[in-house]
């Protein structure tokens, strides 16, 4: 079992920043690869970003590439998505996922071993 927890969403005004953080339980937190999602009020969820295992493979959506940096560190369990020069359309609830067969499948966000609860992110522009 692995429990994820997000920390780090809050208000900020478009062109700032913020990094995410996400907490993950248990002891096999390597063993999986982490990613994080969006979901805005009225849309469906969409990807954001991924990583492998190790943190040495990544994947972003087009819509954040060059703007949000995704990275984790095994020893504190925990994975960060940077988000800079944030837009109002970056305004959404933010989720980590969790998924044992690798970022590829992740991406697709079918499957998902296990989500946070989701930190509120809001850019004001």
């Known amino acids: 079992q692995v429990q994820l927890v997000e920390s780090g969403g809050g208000l900020v005004q478009a062109g700032g920043s913020l990094r995410l953080s996400c907490a993950g339980s248990?002891?096999?937190?390597?063993?999986?690869?982490m990613g994080w999602f969006r979901q805005a009020p009225g849309q469906e969820r969409e990807f954001v970003a991924a990583i492998n295992w190790s943190g040495v493979s990544t994947l972003y959506a087009d819509s954040i590439k060059g703007r949000f940096i995704i990275s984790r560190d095994n020893a504190k369990n925990t994975v960060y998505l940077q988000m800079n020069s944030l837009k109002a359309e970056d305004t959404a609830v933010y989720l980590c996922?969790?998924?044992?067969?690798?970022?590829?499948?992740?991406?697709?966000?079918?499957?998902?071993?296990?989500w946070g609860k989701g930190t509120l992110v809001t850019v004001s522009s």
């Open positions: 996922a969790a998924d044992s067969r690798g970022r590829l499948k992740l991406r697709t966000g079918a499957g998902i071993d296990y």
């Open positions: 248990g002891r096999t937190f390597s063993n999986y690869a």
